[in-house]
């Protein structure tokens, strides 16, 4: 059973970026595909990037295409989200998810796949 613990949030202006990190212990990380999720008050969680555990292929949300960036670190245990030229509906809450899985090429982006969270770490956009 593994753990994963988010860090990075904070406060950013528009068009700023930080780096999210999702940090696993007590499973094989390299055996877990692996997403980021957020959200935001009132609304649902929604997907926001996907990798599975062999790094590639990865898959995004629309809305963050070519400004977010997920990747993985397996010598590390380590996920990340690097996020880029942020816009404030970008604020909510984001999340770490990982899944077991023996399939090392597939990627999975609804919450209902995923067995593990984290507690979030919170990102918001505001100038």
């Known amino acids: 059973q593994v753990q994963v613990v988010e860090s990075g949030g904070g406060l950013v202006q528009p068009g700023g970026s930080l780096r999210l990190s999702c940090a696993a212990s007590?499973?094989?990380?390299?055996?877990?595909?692996m997403g980021w999720f957020r959200q935001a008050p009132g609304k649902e969680r929604e997907f926001v990037a996907a990798?599975?555990?062999?790094?590639?292929?990865?898959y995004y949300e629309q809305s963050v295409k070519g400004r977010f960036t997920i990747s993985r670190d397996n010598t590390k245990n380590t996920m990340y989200l690097q996020m880029n030229s942020l816009k404030v509906e970008d604020t909510a809450v984001y999340y770490c998810?990982?899944?077991?899985?023996?399939?090392?090429?597939?990627?999975?982006?609804?919450?209902?796949?995923?067995?593990?969270w984290g507690q979030g770490t919170q990102v918001t956009v505001s100038s």
């Open positions: 990798i599975s555990w062999s790094g590639a292929p990865t």
């Open positions: 007590g499973g094989t990380f390299n055996k877990y595909a």
């Open positions: 998810a990982a899944k077991q899985t023996v399939y090392s090429t597939y990627y999975y982006t609804e919450t209902y796949h995923y067995d593990y």
